[in-house]
């Protein structure tokens, strides 16, 4: 996927969802500053979670289901408050492993985890 989002984007909903796109996650995404809805689910993105994205403080929806992610859920993060919006995730089908920081689940109302370590 190029890499090619440039700050200050209005870009508010990506879905790129069925597409068979390799290669790992743009971290140009975290200059989409309105971005609340990601969606990247059936894909073969090989990549680990994209923590980098917690700055993102729109976005609201995380479908990363059934692609090659991949390492330790776990993290710490940098910002007080990660994905402070965030709301829906679904990170199944794909080879995490660990454990997510209790933080990132103060707001969420729907997570699925199936198919992981």
């Known amino acids: 996927m190029p890499d090619i989002f440039l700050s200050g984007s209005k870009l508010?909903?990506?879905n790129i969802a069925h597409n068979q796109l390799v290669?790992?996650?743009?971290?140009?995404?975290?200059?989409?500053?309105s971005l609340?809805?990601?969606n990247v689910e059936h894909n073969r993105i090989n990549d680990?979670?994209?923590?980098?994205?917690e700055p993102l403080q729109k976005l609201q929806v995380l479908l990363l289901h059934s692609n090659e992610f991949h390492g330790s859920?776990?993290?710490?993060?940098?910002?007080?408050s990660p994905f402070p919006q965030l709301r829906?995730?679904?990170?199944?089908?794909?080879?995490?492993?660990?454990t997510l920081p209790s933080d990132f689940f103060m707001y969420w109302s729907a997570?699925?985890?199936?198919?992981?370590r």
Not at 48 to 53: E, G, H, I, K, N
Not at 73 to 80: D, N, S
Not at 111 to 116: A, K, T
Request: charged share 10%; with cysteine.
């Open 23 to 33: 290669g790992k996650l743009p971290r140009s995404l975290s200059s989409c500053s």
């Open 111 to 116: 997570m699925s985890l199936e198919g992981n």
């Open 48 to 53: 680990t979670f994209p923590f980098w994205l």
């Open 36 to 38: 609340e809805v990601l």
């Open 88 to 98: 829906i995730i679904d990170i199944s089908y794909n080879s995490f492993s660990g």
């Open 73 to 80: 859920l776990q993290y710490h993060p940098k910002v007080a």
């Open 12 to 14: 508010t909903s990506l």
